[in-house]
T-cell receptor, first 114, second 116 residues
């Protein structure tokens, strides 16, 4: 059974600090997605990475897919209160297969205090 | 706004009862997915429909069933409800039935089910 472990589970920081959250597995994924979920809303896709070693940047957010495609990280620079939310990673199996086969981690709950 | 509409937003019911959750996908999306989110299990895939037909099945209990109608809206039926069924239920939609950059998942805002 594929399993994605996210760490830390909770993170509370001050505005302006940098942070990194991790998504690890013992299984190899063909792709990995990161979502952000705010209270009362559904997850919103931030990025998809598919190549081992791939790095993608989205403004202050930097996503990396591990060389072996078993892990990923999300780094936020100069965090802002608007970054507060639940960050979920989701691993995809065979590329082209059903998206229902996405395996979600339990998430990292980030709180950025002004 | 993702364009995916879920109703109702909240639902409170008693054990043993049956409820129906409704989802209207984004305009143009043919695939609908149902997920259950609880604090201890995280987001769990239940079932996927593509253009009216079941495409993939996840950890869906036998007490649960779903269907996608010709107008592409979908319903998730939960019966013989138990306390442990209390959770957030999300619907998501995508253009195609497969994983691709050009067909990401768009989630609705969920239905919060409370079984008492």
């Amino acid at each position: 059974t594929q399993l994605l472990e996210q760490s830390p589970q909770f993170l509370s920081i001050q505005e302006g600090e940098n942070l990194t959250v991790y998504c690890n597995s013992s299984s190899v994924f063909s792709s990995l997605q990161w979502y952000r979920q705010e209270p009362g809303e559904g997850p919103v896709l931030l990025v998809t990475v598919v190549t081992g070693g791939e790095v993608k940047k989205l403004k202050r957010l930097t996503f990396q897919f591990g060389d072996a495609r078993k892990d990923s990280s999300l780094h936020i620079t100069a965090a802002q209160p608007g970054d507060t939310g639940l960050y979920l990673c989701a691993g995809g199996g065979i590329y082209g297969g059903s998206q229902g086969n996405l395996i979600f981690g339990k998430g990292t709950k980030l709180s950025v205090k002004p | 706004d993702s364009g995916v509409t879920q109703t109702p937003k909240h639902l409170i019911t008693a054990t043993g009862q049956r409820v129906t959750l409704r989802c209207s996908p984004r305009s143009g999306d043919l695939s609908v997915y149902w997920y259950q989110q609880s604090l201890d299990q995280g987001l769990q895939f239940l079932i996927q429909y593509y253009n009216g037909e079941e495409r993939a099945k996840g950890n869906i209990l036998e007490r649960f069933s779903a269907q996608q109608f010709p107008d592409l809206h979908s319903e998730l039926n939960l019966s013989s409800l138990e306390l442990g069924d209390s959770a957030l239920y999300f619907c998501a939609s995508s253009v195609t039935g497969g994983l691709s950059y050009n067909s990401p998942l768009h989630f609705g805002n969920g239905t919060r089910l409370t079984v008492t």
